[in-house]
Every structure is written in C-alpha cells, then in structure tokens.
Nanobody, 123 residues
C-alpha cells in the first residue's frame, strides 16, 4: 500500500490542523493505521492509532484529549485532527499502515510508511 500524507503547515499555539493520509494500491480496510511524529534531534514517537474498522483508537498521554484519529474506508483516507496545539507538537508527522489486528503502537508493527508532513507550532 502507498501512503501520501498532507495537511501540515505553520500554526500558532492553541490552533488546530487536520492531517490527511491517502492510501492506494491495496484494500485500505485491511490495514490498521497509525500516526507517528519525529521532532528534530529526537526519536520517532507514536501519536495515534486506529483499528481496521475504525472502531478502536489509542493515544499516548502526550496527545490524549487534543488529537483525534479517524478513518474513512470509502475514501481510503485516515485523518489526524490536532487541536490545542503546542510548540512541542512541532515535528514531521508520518502516517503508517499495519496488517496487525487491534491498534498497533510500535514502529515495528507498521510495514508501510508515508513520506511525512511538517507541522510547525509557533509560540
């Protein structure tokens, strides 16, 4: 499956952005989907995951209550709605696809990655 992330940009602290990730090449509903991010000089960090059906989601404490992952299997797209953004949310955001069941949370669970989209949050 090929993944194309979009929607990044520059936003002020407290603002919102919605990232999109369009999938092509395989049956989208066969994949759990995740978002990760990597800030300069830091390791890649898990941000959110959603199950194949969209019925289950998971977030780390760092974004819980502010970020929402969703998917539209008819449009082969996964979204990440980011609200109340903070400067520490600044990073390149990557979408990823996993053949695993449930809501995978580890880098190694994901076999397919998009190219990343940059989110910059100014203070």
């Amino acid at each position: 499956v090929q993944l194309q992330a979009s929607g990044g940009g520059l936003v002020q602290a407290g603002g919102s952005l919605r990232l999109s990730c369009a999938a092509s090449g395989r049956t989208f509903s066969n994949y759990a989907m995740g978002w990760f991010r990597q800030a300069p000089g830091k390791e890649r960090e898990f941000v959110a995951a959603i199950s194949k059906s969209g019925g289950n989601t998971y977030y780390p404490d760092s974004v819980k209550g502010r970020f929402t992952i969703s998917r539209d299997n008819a449009k082969n797209t996964v979204y990440l709605q980011m609200n109340s953004l903070k400067p520490e949310d600044t990073a390149v955001y990557y979408c990823a696809a996993s053949v695993r069941f449930g809501i995978p949370r580890l880098d190694d669970d994901y076999g397919y990655w998009g190219q990343g989209t940059l989110v910059t949050v100014s203070s």
